[in-house]
């Protein structure tokens, strides 16, 4: 039992470390012609991240910074309340509020990566001929999957 709660503090480390890295990276559509990249922030040519996004005010894109956000503060919050849990719980109780948190931090990134796949994958929105995904994007639904089957063992986990 204890291996496996350190093996799902681990895994829930790392997702809050993905979300961090996917939320700030700025390399969620890649341009197949030329170095560019587009991001949640900014728009990077050549390595260099200075130029402002074309569809920076549009709402849609404005909801997909606003729900990562959410979702690494709810991921933040599910590990300390765990860790919280873990030595204050009585035995054979549940990890209903961590599991809770963390479920809502799935919602928040599955409300948001569709979001930003609806409106700017594939370079629709982005001006870009040919393009990609980049590992920001890959990076988010990774988690996506990751913070669902943490919410999950939470909720089914009791302490022993």
């Known amino acids: 039992m204890l291996v496996l709660l350190a093996g799902i503090f681990v895994v829930h480390i790392a997702s809050v470390i993905m979300l961090f890295v996917s939320t700030i990276a700025n390399v969620w559509v890649v341009s197949e012609?030329?170095?560019?990249?587009?991001?949640?922030w900014k728009n990077c040519t050549n390595g260099i991240c200075e130029g402002a996004l074309s569809y920076a005010n549009e709402?849609?894109?404005?909801?997909?910074?606003?729900?990562?956000?959410?979702?690494?503060i709810f991921s933040v919050i599910s590990l300390v309340v765990f860790v919280f849990q873990l030595f204050t719980m009585e035995k054979g109780n549940r990890f209903f509020l961590s599991g809770a948190t963390m479920l809502v931090c799935w919602l928040c990134i599955m409300v948001g990566v569709s979001i930003y796949t609806h409106h700017y994958a594939n370079g629709y929105g982005t001006f870009f001929q040919k393009s990609h995904h980049g590992y920001s994007f890959i990076l988010t639904w990774i988690c996506f999957c990751f913070s669902f089957i943490i919410g999950i063992l939470y909720l089914v986990l009791r302490k022993k």
């Open 33 to 40: 012609d030329t170095k560019a990249s587009v991001g949640l």
């Open 59 to 72: 709402d849609a894109l404005k909801s997909v910074q606003a729900f990562m956000i959410l979702s690494i």
